[in-house]
């Protein structure tokens, strides 16, 4: 079974600047997806990123990068240029690639406050 | 585009109360899921149905059932409610194939309490 472990239950940044959400994971397999999801206080999942195993290039969106380190099993979030509307809980989460029946398993989340 | 809809967004039950929570999705997905959310836990997987007229347990399925109605809609069972159901659920679909998982897509939540 796989793990999703998220050491940091809260976090928070000044406006404008960089953070980073550390997130690790536990599996035996080699192909497999891993996302940050996004939830608002409208508790709304919104995807952020995803990232897939087979790619060594990390993903980048707009402001939302990722760290991906297959071998440390490591998948950390940057945000940069961080905006108040960035204030939420964010989830980290595993996906195995499979034909029938995708399973997603979440970390515990950080909530992320960004001040004005 | 409406994508994922849950009825309803809140509900307030009594013990041994039972209920159904609906969710519809629009966007022609062939795998549905339910998930509970409870604080510090993330979210956990109740059940799933990745095709029509196919269901299966996921992580936390006692006290609850499901149905797949049809490609479209996948409820949720709560027979006799119990307090530790108090939960915010989640309903989710994504298109599967053979090579390509599209990321899940999420209904609004159904917060609901169970007095």
């Known amino acids: 079974a796989q793990t999703v472990t998220q050491s940091q239950p809260e976090m928070s940044v000044q406006e404008a600047e960089t953070v980073t959400l550390s997130c690790t994971y536990d599996t035996s397999e080699s192909n497999y997806y891993l996302f940050w999801y996004k939830q608002p206080p409208s508790r709304q999942m919104i995807l952020v990123i995803r990232?897939?195993?087979?790619?060594?290039q990390n993903a980048t969106e707009n402001r939302f990068s990722v760290n991906f380190q297959k071998a440390a099993k490591s998948f950390s979030l940057k945000i940069s240029d961080s905006q108040l509307g960035d204030t939420a809980m964010y989830f980290c989460?595993?996906?195995?690639?499979?034909?029938?029946?995708?399973?997603?398993?979440f970390g515990e989340g950080t909530q992320l406050t960004v001040n004005p | 585009n409406a994508g994922v809809t849950q009825t309803p967004k809140f509900q307030v039950l009594k013990t041994g109360q039972s209920m159904t929570l609906q969710c519809a999705q629009d966007m022609n997905h062939n795998s549905m899921y339910w998930y509970r959310q409870d604080p510090g836990m993330g979210l956990r997987l109740i059940y799933y149905s990745a095709s029509e007229g196919t269901t299966d347990k996921g992580e936390v399925p006692n006290g609850y059932n499901v149905s797949r109605l049809n490609k479209r809609e996948f409820s949720l069972r709560l027979e006799s409610a119990a307090p530790s159901q108090t939960s915010v659920y989640f309903c989710?679909?994504?298109?599967?194939?053979?090579?390509?998982?599209?990321?899940?897509?999420f209904g609004n939540g159904t917060r609901l309490t169970v007095t």
């Open positions: 990232q897939e195993a087979y790619k060594q």
């Open positions: 989710a679909s994504e298109r599967q194939t053979s090579s390509y998982n599209s990321p899940l897509h």
């Open positions: 989460a595993f996906m195995k690639r499979e034909t029938s029946g995708s399973r997603l398993t």
